[in-house]
């Protein structure tokens, strides 16, 4: 039924926002010894996981919308399957800016509503286009974790360990949306994702 339905989702939505994520796999990097970080090293660290943390709040919204509208039962599969991935993304950059201290994005309830727009209309337009809008967004958000990779302090083995395993995971992701049929989203689109995508990440770092 519909009204089932509204209500999964809307649980979903706020598990996602306010409840502490779960994780299936360890989080990397557990086993390595906590660096010495000054000050200021803790400060970035902390704002690059804050703004790793509203990506994968974003990313969450994104998958939920594209899965609600897909029309095809194993692309609708594959989403959720890399939502789920995305949910230890989630609990990963969580505990590790709650062991350096810090705290997620206040404005999470806002990057979520936005994404989730997001993922109705690219589902709306179809799969191949649906497909193309997550292979892109996954494309970006692993050029976004290499640079991350290096802002990261070289000794900050912990932190780094979680980063190189999201970038592998949204690599993958990547790639199996190529593979269901992805279409290539064209450029002004593109810019247009790379645009938000920098008006996120610079207010999340911050707030």
Request: net charge neutral.
């Amino acid at each position: 039924m519909f009204s089932d339905r509204f209500i999964a989702e809307f649980d979903k939505a706020l598990r996602t926002v306010f409840a502490p994520a779960t994780t299936w796999r360890a989080m990397p990097g557990t086993d390595l010894p906590e660096a010495e970080l000054s000050p200021e090293e803790r400060r970035r660290v902390i704002g690059l996981m804050r703004v790793n943390h509203c990506g994968e709040v974003c990313a969450q919204a994104l998958y939920q919308g594209q899965a609600l509208t897909s029309r095809d039962p194993s692309i609708r599969q594959a989403l959720e399957q890399a939502g789920r991935e995305e949910t230890e993304h989630l609990a990963w950059t969580e505990r590790r800016m709650a062991e350096l201290g810090g705290r997620k994005s206040l404005l999470n309830p806002l990057w979520y509503a936005g994404s989730l727009t997001l993922g109705v209309v690219a589902g709306k337009l179809g799969d191949a286009w649906n497909l193309g809008f997550l292979a892109e967004t996954e494309r970006q958000v692993g050029a976004h974790l290499d640079s991350h990779l290096g802002k990261l302090p070289v000794q900050d083995s912990r932190s780094r360990a979680i980063v190189e395993q999201m970038k592998t995971d949204e690599a993958s992701h990547a790639d199996t949306a190529v593979h269901l049929g992805a279409r290539e989203l064209p450029a002004p689109v593109k810019g247009a994702m790379r645009l938000m995508s920098k008006v996120m990440t610079g207010t999340a770092y911050h707030v």
